[in-house]
């Protein structure tokens, strides 16, 4: 392997596409550690401390759960805060329009110009999508029922728009910095970002652990005993194999070419395959329920603090206790309920079963067994029905193992995320595919790629 990753680096255009990579991603998490210079430092650390114990309720609590399944640091008030969620945001919504409304859908089957319509379309609406996000978000930093994150003299709506457009202009500048390397870097820029946002998270997670082994030792039955260690080490490895055997899984269905004669040469004939991935919607139905669920324990809980201490106070806060990130069975059940609704959601919306009987029917392919046109989409709609149950049941144990560690090893719950959810399966899925565009090009150098066996 090590001979393999030296091989990597003695390409001179694939080595300037790591190095070029490398630097951009520096800069995106440079820009985390420049803060709005009217946040209040100290409350900023108060309430960073506060997501990361697992606490939950109120501004706190919702900063905790965007952060973790957005992969940024809305606590910090940095110019970077809203990371390149606005741009994506943007781009789902682009994504279902273009299946529903006819303009976009023409536009989407133009080919590559409109895709940069698309694309061009998506930047506006990204921009639109920033300013309203960064706006509230900084509202409601001001204060209320909460010690307010932005200093005192500085709470004007004049303050509070000057970092609206700074923090939009810093979102801007990270969806330029994914296409850069788009463009000239390696794998895809804006799946990268995501992935440096959530492994930046681990440094401090280890450093946790290792300040709670040295004070409070690894004795059996101590917070940090060697048993709980052993099991989240354990644990992790287990996950991250199902969930690599899960992302590759593939369904594939033999097709069978029609055979052409022309005089004396026959052509055709042959026997392919038609892969069908298990995972076919990757993560968004777990971005969809997370957000969706955040809506009734926003609500609720910030309608039971405008009651106060009276009963339909305690009782709306009572409901949005049920709904909070990570707590209680009920908050589990609907997590589930609704990554299954998302799973097959999406998968309607990517595959389409017609179009895909048309190609193989135009192609002079069929599926052996049935006619082409309606049976065989048909037979492929039913095929992609019983795998995406499949997949939503991967991706339903994957989101709840979180809350499952965080209830019964450790209590904080952002070590939990590091064992399944949002985080985890992005890591896995764009570090796949890094792999894939590096072996893409040493296969055209006639390099062995990094995941061949040597021989």
């Not at 501004?59 to 940095?78: D, I, K």
């Not at 179009?355 to 989409?377: C, H, Q, V």
Request: aromatic share 12%; charged share 15%.
């Amino acid at each position: 392997m090590l001979a393999k990753l030296m091989t990597v680096f003695r390409i001179p255009e694939l080595r300037n596409k790591i190095l070029l990579t490398i630097v951009l991603l520096a800069v995106y998490r440079l820009g985390f550690h420049i803060t709005l210079p009217f946040i209040d430092h100290s409350v900023v650390a108060e309430t960073m401390k506060k997501s990361e114990s697992g606490a939950s309720g109120g501004v706190a609590g919702l900063l905790q759960v965007v952060s973790v399944f957005a992969a940024t640091e809305l606590q910090s008030g940095s110019v970077f805060g809203l990371g390149i969620m606005p741009y994506i945001t943007a781009s789902i919504v682009f994504q279902l329009l273009a299946t529903v409304y006819p303009p976009l859908e023409s536009l989407q089957k133009e080919g590559e110009s409109g895709r940069r319509r698309i694309n061009e379309y998506t930047r506006y609406a990204t921009v639109v999508v920033c300013v309203f996000q960064s706006f509230f978000l900084l509202w409601s930093m001001r204060g209320g029922q909460q010690k307010g994150l932005i200093l005192a003299g500085y709470t004007g709506l004049h303050w509070i728009i000057f970092g609206t457009l700074v923090m939009t202009a810093g979102t801007v500048f990270l969806m330029w910095i994914g296409e850069q390397i788009d463009a000239y870097g390696i794998g895809n820029g804006i799946s990268l970002l995501i992935m440096a946002g959530i492994l930046a998270r681990l440094p401090s997670v280890v450093q946790k652990w290792v300040d709670g082994i040295r004070t409070k030792g690894v004795g059996i039955g101590t917070e940090f005993g060697i048993e709980r260690l052993l099991v989240m080490i354990l644990v992790f490895v287990s996950v991250i194999a199902v969930v690599i055997f899960i992302t590759q899984g593939q369904r594939r269905i033999p097709i069978q070419s029609a055979r052409h004669v022309r005089g004396r040469k026959v052509s055709g004939g042959n026997q392919q395959w038609l892969p069908l991935r298990v995972n076919q919607s990757g993560v968004m139905p777990i971005i969809f329920a997370s957000s969706l669920l955040m809506i009734p324990f926003f609500l609720f809980t910030q309608i039971g603090m405008a009651f106060g201490a009276s009963g339909a106070g305690e009782w709306l806060g009572w409901m949005g206790s049920l709904f909070a990130p990570g707590q209680g069975f009920v908050y589990s059940l609907g997590y589930i309920i609704l990554i299954y609704f998302f799973c097959y959601f999406w998968t309607a919306i990517t595959f389409n079963p017609k179009d895909m009987a048309e190609n193989l029917k135009d192609s002079g392919s069929f599926i052996r067994g049935y006619r082409p046109g309606s049976p065989t989409a048909n037979h492929l709609e039913q095929v992609m029905l019983r795998i995406t149950y499949v997949g939503a049941a991967f991706l339903s144990v994957i989101a709840v193992i979180p809350t499952v560690i965080a209830n019964t090893i450790t209590q904080d719950f952002a070590t939990a995320s590091f064992f399944g959810g949002t985080g985890l399966l992005i890591i896995v899925s764009v570090a796949l595919d890094l792999v894939q565009k590096i072996d893409s090009h040493l296969v055209m150098r006639n390099y062995p790629g990094l995941l061949d066996s040597d021989k």
